[in-house]
T-cell receptor, first 112, second 116 residues
Framework: EADIYQTPRYLVIGTGKKITLECSQT?????MYWYQQDPGMELHLIHY???????EKGDLSSESTVSRIRTEHFPLTLESARPSHTSQYLC???????????FGSGTRLTVV | AQKITQTQPGMFVQEKEAVTLDCTYD???????LFWYKQPSSGEMIFLIY??????QNATEGRYSLNFQKARKSANLVISASQLGDSAMYFC?????????????FGQGTELSVKP
C-alpha cells in the first residue's frame, strides 16, 4: 500500500493551460522532493522542501512552482504548459534517516 | 560537486545467470549513502538496496548485493539468478548524509534485459 500518492497518473493537456500535479504523503515526513524524468533518462531534482513554508529550487531549472502549506501536501504547478514540459514527474519524501526515502508512482504529463 | 556515473546504457543477461551493473561516484563528503533503484516500464521507483559509507560489510537484500569499493568510489549492483521480471531500468543514486536537503543525485541508468 502506497504511503505517498500522486495524481493524476497520466495527463494530456493543451499548450497554455495551467496545471497542478498533486503529491500527498501520510508518513509525516518533513522533507519532500520533485524530480523530472524524460523517458529512459536520469531523474533531475527540480524542487524540494524541508518542511512547512519552506521550498527550494533543485539542480535543474524548471518553470514550475511548488508550495508547502501542510506537511503532507506538496503540489507542483505549471502556469502555462508547453510541449517542452512533457515528461514524467516523480514526487518523493524522506524521514531524514539515511535510507528513508519513498517515491510516488509518478505523473506522466504530455503537453500537446 | 557530487556525481554518479553509470557507464552501461544497456545490458543483456540470460535468465538464471548473475549480472553486475556498474556505478561510480564522486563526492568530497566523508559520510554519504548509496542506493540502487529499479524502474519498470510502469515508471515507479522501487528501492532495492542501500549502503552507507561507513558500513563495513557489503549490503545484501535477497538476490541483490552491493559490491562497495570505497577507495575506488564504486558501488556496483550484483543481481544473482536473474529472472524475466528483472528486466527494467536500474538507477544508482547517492545522498550526502549531512546535506541539509537530503537530496538524491541519480546516475544515467542502465537498461537491463533478461533473456529466456
Amino acid at each position: 500500500e502506497a504511503d505517498i500518492y500522486q495524481t493524476p497518473r497520466y495527463l494530456v493537456i493543451g499548450t497554455g493551460k495551467k496545471i497542478t500535479l498533486e503529491c500527498s504523503q501520510t508518513m509525516g515526513h518533513d522533507k519532500m522532493y520533485w524530480y523530472q524524468q524524460d523517458p529512459g533518462m536520469e531523474l533531475h531534482l527540480i524542487h524540494y522542501s524541508y518542511g512547512v513554508n519552506s521550498t527550494e529550487k533543485g539542480d535543474l531549472s524548471s518553470e514550475s512552482t511548488v508550495s508547502r502549506i501542510r506537511t503532507e501536501h506538496f503540489p507542483l504547478t505549471l502556469e502555462s504548459a508547453r510541449p517542452s514540459h512533457t515528461s514524467q514527474y516523480l514526487c518523493a519524501s524522506s524521514d531524514g534517516s539515511a535510507d528513508g526515502y519513498t517515491f510516488g508512482s509518478g505523473t506522466r504529463l504530455t503537453v500537446v | 560537486a557530487q556525481k554518479i556515473t553509470q557507464t552501461q546504457p544497456g545490458m543483456f543477461v540470460q535468465e538464471k545467470e548473475a549480472v553486475t551493473l556498474d556505478c561510480t561516484y564522486d563526492t568530497s563528503d566523508q559520510s554519504y549513502g548509496l542506493f540502487w533503484y529499479k524502474q519498470p516500464s510502469s515508471g515507479e521507483m522501487i528501492f532495492l538496496i542501500y549502503q552507507g559509507s561507513y558500513d563495513e560489510q557489503n549490503a545484501t537484500e535477497g538476490r541483490y548485493s552491493l559490491n562497495f569499493q570505497k577507495a575506488r568510489k564504486s558501488a556496483n549492483l550484483v543481481i544473482s539468478a536473474s529472472q524475466l521480471g528483472d528486466s527494467a531500468m536500474y538507477f544508482c543514486a547517492m545522498r550526502e548524509r549531512f546535506n541539509q536537503g537530503g537530496k538524491l543525485i541519480f546516475g544515467q541508468g542502465t537498461e537491463l534485459s533478461v533473456k529466456p
